[in-house]
């Protein structure tokens, strides 16, 4: 009823901001990879709730195990032991090599990734961390900081805290200026004003901008590699010398734009980032469990290993959960500290995310992403050489990005308005979509792991024809 109420009343936006689609959609109801609104009109998901209804929605063997579990116990917090813990904490800790064996629960990746902040300054004694531009880390104070994109940063004044208001850092990084757009390589660290306080991160543009469009240049050029290599080894020799806490990186970016590094790039950063004394965080909160296709890990991917993996999203399929899996050696920097979180890793969370784990085994639901991701990619790919304003497909698995251009010569982001028409149509053709990429230029294809042949052939052909009406 309250929904229908908003909708008669026009979603006013004081009361109801929508902000995905002009016309918007209210979801019913929701069953594997399909929707329904309040009107009984079906969707295709192809966006999972953000990466996050990994095998699909109310799968019914997961929940059948949330419904068991909600008459045994809901909560008791860490404080006592459950079996429902320990069973998932080794579960998950099973799927890692050796020395990732420990585990700590969040109920999201914003958490995650501020407390794998939060140990890798423990146990390094460094402050300073790297991220990526084109990155995102979180949504809470501190995973905003490590989130590159300027969108996602808001013009706080910088009495937050830091008393100075011409303190040129709070300023800058919180205003998140347009510095932030032109640098692939960021560091967050501490004000000038406050030092030992964390919520004074800045954003730091170190280099010039190579190329305003970064994915072409992270996928096509075979020199991209050697380049970002040095420009990463002249930070380290000029900005941030010894007092490297972390890198932190999406194995392959996410709301960025399915954008993918060159060959050896996180390996190479990660042997330079460790010779200067810091440790290397996968941010798998998108990329995670199976995701990609080809591994249950996206750093795997790069033949590379973490010394700390974050985790979130479709770790319990839309149950919120989040978890930071690290080194014994790493977890003891907490020393005499606690870490407490009220809700984290609760019986719930992991008698879901368990069911998860299982349903992806026993489904095939990884493969089902390396199957249906791969012919998806050269279905796109076909369309790409087909329309000049689809500029690149790129991804892997069911972790895809479609990079709209003015043309392709030019390789301009198509304008909002063009998006907004194409993703507008497609949603009213019946399949909903996700939009990305540092100039929200990038569809973005992730769905519930479980989707078909058949469903991708269904998004293929509203997809053409959303492309082609707009072209006409
Ligand atoms: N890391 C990545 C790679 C993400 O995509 C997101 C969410 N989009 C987060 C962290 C933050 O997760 P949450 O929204 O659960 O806090």
């Not at 490590?146 to 800058?172: E, Q, W």
């Not at 979130?312 to 920097?333: C, D, L, W, Y």
């Not at 992730?446 to 293929?460: H, S």
């Amino acid at each position: 009823d309250r929904l229908l109420d908003i909708r008669k009343h026009n979603c006013n936006p004081m009361t109801f901001k929508v902000t995905y689609y002009k016309k918007p959609v209210f979801i019913n109801q929701g069953y594997m990879q399909w929707l329904w609104d309040v009107d009984g009109r079906r969707y295709l998901d192809l966006f999972a709730g953000v990466v996050t209804v990994s095998v699909g929605h109310c799968n019914p063997k997961v929940t059948e195990a949330a419904e068991k579990q909600l008459r045994r116990l809901w909560h008791t917090t860490a404080i006592y032991v459950y079996p429902q813990m320990q069973e998932y904490a080794e579960k998950l800790a099973s799927l890692f090599p050796d020395p990732l064996k420990v585990v700590y629960f969040t109920n999201s990746g914003s958490e995650a990734n501020d407390l794998a902040v939060l140990m890798a300054r423990l146990h390094t004694g460094n402050f300073d961390v790297i991220t990526l531009r084109g990155s995102y880390h979180g949504g809470s104070p501190q995973a905003t900081g490590l989130t590159s994109n300027a969108d996602y940063k808001y013009p706080i004044p910088s009495s937050m805290g830091c008393h100075n208001t011409m303190c040129p850092d709070v300023f800058r990084g919180l205003w998140g200026g347009s510095h932030c757009r032109d640098s692939p390589v960021q560091t967050i660290r501490e004000c000038s004003c406050s030092p030992g306080t964390n919520t004074h991160t800045y954003t730091q543009s170190f280099m010039r901008a190579y190329h305003r469009r970064l994915s072409f240049l992270y996928k096509g050029h075979c020199q991209a590699n050697d380049m970002y290599i040095k420009e990463l080894k002249e930070m380290f020799a000029t900005t941030v010398p010894n007092r490297i806490a972390a890198f932190f990186a999406e194995p392959i970016q996410g709301v960025g734009g399915a954008v993918q590094f060159p060959k050896n790039y996180l390996k190479d950063t990660y042997r330079l980032v460790r010779e200067k004394g810091g440790i290397c965080i996968a941010d798998e909160v998108q990329t995670g469990f199976g995701r990609t296709g080809s591994h249950f890990w996206g750093f795997q991917g790069h033949n590379v290993l973490p010394d700390m993996v974050t985790m979130a999203k479709g770790i319990a399929n839309g149950f919120p959960m989040g978890a930071v899996v690290t080194t014994a050696e790493i977890a003891r920097s907490f020393g005499k500290g606690v870490h407490f979180n009220t809700f984290g890793g609760n019986p719930l969370a992991c008698a879901v995310a368990s069911s998860v784990l299982d349903t992806i085994k026993e489904d095939r639901v990884q493969e089902n992403s390396a199957e249906v991701g791969t012919y998806l990619l050269t279905e796109l790919a076909k369309l790409r050489d087909k329309y000049e304003i689809i500029g690149d497909v790129r991804g892997k698995g069911l972790q895809i990005g479609v990079e709209m251009v003015k043309d392709k010569a030019s390789r301009d982001p198509l304008p909002p308005e063009a998006i907004a028409e194409i993703f507008e149509d497609t949603k009213d053709m019946g399949v909903l979509i996700g939009k990305g990429g540092l100039y929200g230029q990038t569809f973005r294809i992730k769905p519930p792991m479980c989707i078909t042949k058949d469903d991708a052939d269904f998004f293929l052909a509203v997809f053409n024809q959303a492309v082609q009406n707009y072209m006409e």
